[in-house]
């Protein structure tokens, strides 16, 4: 039976400088957290951006980097604080991205792609503190008090920010999912 | 659809997934830091060497001088004590003031 090699060891490598630690940990943590980041962020670019210069930072933190003791909040944190001064670069430099789905990405995908697009569309309606706490919740299956931890607020902060959200995108989205069924 | 079924329907749609290439791009980038960390640890290393290198000739020549000095002065290449503790201009001075002192002393003075 193979057992998942925990994150602590896995840290331990990285450190010791084994590059195959940080594969490990990106095909562990980077899906999770590029589905936080797409809804966080204003493009996939910039999501990719963010999620490129986390793990590169595990990299730069050399023998540190064994400190650390719960690592998927570890990089949801470091991802937050990334895309926040992103978002504060796009708009001290006046740009307005449009939410745009890259052509490639839908062919690839497939027909969910286009219910992705969607939701992700309906996302960025919300105000981005309850659209955090939607991506932790629905897409990362966190618990309240979890995310608590992650964003600094109360679990019942989170709480009310999630009713209303969902609230919200049952409003915007209830119809696409009425036309699946 | 009440909440839970709607929150759960909103599950079973994935936000989608980075591109492929970008696992390979993090590992590239991640080579090439170690590469420079490595380089940076190294050119510290080597600096750091030179300094003390250069710290130690500048010794070396200091405790040559005084010897040939005191060879000059007294014909004993034995550098007085009170030479050897000063330090930095002073130890120049003192040593010059001491040596004339011996010479003086030596011509009976």
Same mark, same amino acid.
């Given at each position: @039976?193979?057992? $998942?090699?925990?994150?602590?060891?896995?840290?331990?490598?990285?450190?010791?400088?084994?590059?195959?630690?940080? $594969?490990?940990?990106?095909? =562990?943590?980077?899906?999770?957290?590029?589905?936080?980041?797409?809804?966080?962020?204003?493009?996939?670019?910039?999501?990719?951006?963010?999620?490129?210069?986390?793990?590169?930072?595990?990299? =730069?933190?050399? #023998?540190?980097?064994? #400190?650390?003791?719960?690592? &998927?909040?570890?990089? !949801?944190?470091?991802? *937050?604080? &990334?895309?926040?001064? @992103?978002? &504060? *670069? *796009?708009?001290? $430099? /006046? =740009? =307005?991205?449009?939410?745009? +789905?890259? +052509?490639?990405?839908?062919?690839?995908?497939?027909?969910?792609? /286009?219910?992705?697009?969607?939701?992700?569309?309906?996302?960025?309606?919300? +105000?981005?503190?309850?659209?955090?706490?939607?991506?932790?919740?629905?897409?990362? /299956?966190?618990?309240? !008090?979890?995310?608590?931890?992650?964003?600094?607020?109360? +679990?019942?902060?989170?709480?009310? #920010?999630? #009713?209303?959200?969902?609230?919200? !995108?049952?409003?915007?989205? /209830?119809?696409?999912?009425?036309? &699946?069924? | 659809?009440?909440?839970?079924?709607?929150?759960?329907?909103?599950?079973?749609?994935?936000?989608?997934?980075?591109?492929?290439?970008?696992?390979?791009?993090?590992?590239?980038?991640?080579?090439?830091?170690?590469?420079?960390?490595?380089?940076?640890?190294?050119?510290?290393?080597?600096?750091? %060497? %030179?300094?003390?290198?250069?710290?130690?000739?500048?010794?070396?020549?200091?405790?040559?001088?005084?010897?040939?000095?005191?060879?000059?002065?007294?014909?004993?290449?034995?550098?007085?004590?009170?030479? %050897?503790?000063?330090?930095?201009? %002073?130890?120049?001075?003192?040593?010059?003031?001491?040596?004339?002192?011996?010479?003086?002393?030596?011509?009976?003075?």
């Amino acid at each position: @039976m193979n057992h $998942e090699e925990s994150d602590e060891s896995v840290l331990q490598r990285l450190g010791a400088g084994d590059l195959g630690a940080l $594969e490990a940990l990106y095909d =562990r943590y980077a899906s999770g957290m590029y589905q936080y980041l797409v809804a966080t962020c204003s493009s996939e670019a910039d999501a990719e951006d963010v999620l490129q210069d986390v793990f590169l930072a595990l990299v =730069r933190m050399g #023998r540190k980097v064994s #400190r650390i003791n719960d690592l &998927r909040s570890y990089l !949801l944190v470091a991802a *937050r604080n &990334r895309a926040a001064s @992103m978002a &504060r *670069r *796009r708009n001290a $430099e /006046g =740009r =307005r991205l449009q939410r745009l +789905p890259s +052509p490639g990405r839908q062919n690839a995908e497939g027909a969910g792609a /286009g219910h992705a697009w969607q939701v992700q569309d309906a996302l960025h309606k919300l +105000p981005s503190e309850q659209r955090e706490v939607v991506a932790l919740k629905i897409w990362q /299956g966190m618990t309240f !008090l979890e995310i608590g931890k992650v964003l600094r607020i109360s +679990p019942d902060t989170a709480a009310s #920010r999630y #009713r209303y959200a969902i609230a919200k !995108l049952r409003e915007i989205l /209830g119809g696409m999912f009425d036309e &699946r069924q | 659809m009440n909440d839970n079924d709607f929150e759960n329907r909103l599950k079973q749609i994935p936000l989608g997934s980075p591109t492929r290439g970008l696992q390979g791009r993090v590992v590239a980038q991640a080579k090439a830091l170690r590469r420079r960390q490595r380089r940076g640890r190294l050119l510290r290393g080597v600096l750091l %060497a %030179a300094a003390l290198l250069l710290v130690a000739v500048n010794l070396l020549f200091e405790r040559t001088y005084q010897s040939r000095m005191c060879v000059l002065m007294t014909g004993s290449s034995r550098v007085p004590r009170g030479v %050897a503790k000063a330090t930095g201009d %002073a130890r120049a001075a003192q040593m010059r003031v001491q040596l004339m002192n011996e010479l003086l002393r030596s011509n009976g003075g």
